[in-house]
């Protein structure tokens, strides 16, 4: 068991809980494909609290390195962009979007996904092993994640039409590279 201890190690204790944050986004996938929108948010939330304490194990203990940051990057693409788009396009958009409309939507939704993958390319060639930055430049990947729960919400109680989503989906994805600063927790 020394390598859930070792910095080194593909398979140490940070990564593993890394490993549950992308098992979840996949199992979120899943249930977004069955239309069972209830039990992939319950997976997609499983997955955030899981990348909440990959990191602080990894400080805590010096399990951080260039393998465990890339993965971490990995999942967060997995479980803070492609999730929640691909929630929010077949829970919001197919449904009730047809037309230019449905097309707007799937040019906003793949603005999003490029914004999120550009964010964690961006924050991946900048970052270094064990270093926290005391702000974020750009709103994080897991906030924007957040933004768009409360969107989708939003959306499911009737409060924000799905046109309504498509400009905040591009908002949130403009944001997510903007200059604003985000404090770090």
Do not use: C
């Not at 929108?37 to 997609?44: C, E, G, N, Q, S």
């Amino acid at each position: 068991m020394k390598f859930l201890w070792t910095p080194s190690s593909h398979f140490n204790l940070a990564n593993l809980f890394t490993f549950v944050n992308i098992t979840a986004g996949l199992l979120a996938v899943y249930f977004i494909t069955q239309n069972n929108f209830f039990v992939a948010i319950i997976l997609a939330w499983i997955g955030g609290a899981f990348d909440i304490f990959d990191g602080k194990i990894a400080r805590k203990y010096n399990l951080s390195n260039e393998f465990g940051i890339q993965l971490d990057s990995f999942a967060d693409f997995l479980s803070f962009v492609l999730v929640p788009v691909f929630l929010i396009f077949q829970a919001v958009y197919a449904p009730s979007l047809e037309g230019g409309l449905l097309i707007v939507s799937a040019v906003v939704s793949i603005y999003y996904v490029i914004s999120g993958l550009r964010r964690l390319i961006h924050f991946n060639l900048n970052a270094d092993a064990g270093e926290v930055e005391k702000y974020f430049t750009g709103v994080p990947t897991p906030l924007g994640a957040i933004l768009l729960w409360l969107v989708y919400l939003g959306n499911t109680y009737s409060l924000i039409p799905a046109f309504g989503v498509i400009v905040l989906m591009t908002l949130i994805g403009w944001s997510l590279n903007s200059t604003l600063k985000v404090p770090h927790p």
